[in-house]
């Protein structure tokens, strides 16, 4: 009798952005390989370019599951209740949690692939950026004058996106927390100084 042939299961697509995304998250665009990607996934480099067309397409794939399943749920953080100081700093609070909830995986992978040395890889990162950017503007508008709105919206990005980078640099959940913290405490001082136009806001 011949001996039958086992056939090679089909390749998981969907599987190899997850793999690619936690591969991209932990090193970075630009620290990634072809090489890396097709041992992580098992297949051969042809394989893959057949599969997701190339490197810099399946690393947008692997960045939008990541914002679809993986990031900081920003609309649900922004619709908590509260005064906007308060909801603002537990966005900061909620940011520094997310950042070191894996050490393998620090950091908001969108935050840190915009600083990607390519400039298609980190424009990819931008656009996908300009979402949670965009909710912040909405509601720092819902609740700040037209005049102050890109002022605390700057600041905003200021301090999510370095948490991100301390993440990345190895500070801890706990000291990332207590600087979000701190910096939550200027929004008390800011949105105050709105609702009281004479108060004295330091410079």
Do not use: W
Request: with cysteine.
């Amino acid at each position: 009798m011949k001996a039958v042939r086992q056939r090679r299961p089909a390749f998981d697509r969907e599987r190899g952005v997850e793999i690619a995304e936690v591969l991209f998250h932990a090193r970075g665009y630009d620290a990634v390989s072809v090489a890396d990607l097709t041992q992580a996934l098992g297949i051969v480099p042809p394989s893959l370019y057949a599969a997701y067309g190339s490197k810099l397409e399946l690393f947008e794939r692997a960045l939008l599951h990541y914002v679809q399943h993986n990031s900081l749920p920003f609309e649900q953080l922004l619709a908590e209740p509260g005064a906007p100081a308060d909801v603002l700093t537990g966005l900061f609070v909620a940011s520094a949690r997310h950042c070191t909830a894996d050490p393998q995986r620090p950091g908001c992978m969108v935050t840190e692939a915009m600083r990607a040395d390519d400039e298609q890889a980190a424009a990819i990162a931008l656009t996908l950026a300009e979402y949670g950017t965009g909710l912040l503007r909405a509601y720092v508008a819902a609740h700040a004058p037209a005049s102050e709105v890109e002022r605390i919206l700057d600041y905003l990005l200021l301090t999510l996106r370095g948490i991100s980078s301390y993440a990345c640099l190895g500070y801890s959940q706990e000291k990332l927390v207590n600087c979000a913290r701190i910096a939550g405490g200027a929004l008390n001082t800011e949105f105050a100084s709105m609702d009281n136009p004479t108060a004295t806001v330091p410079a």
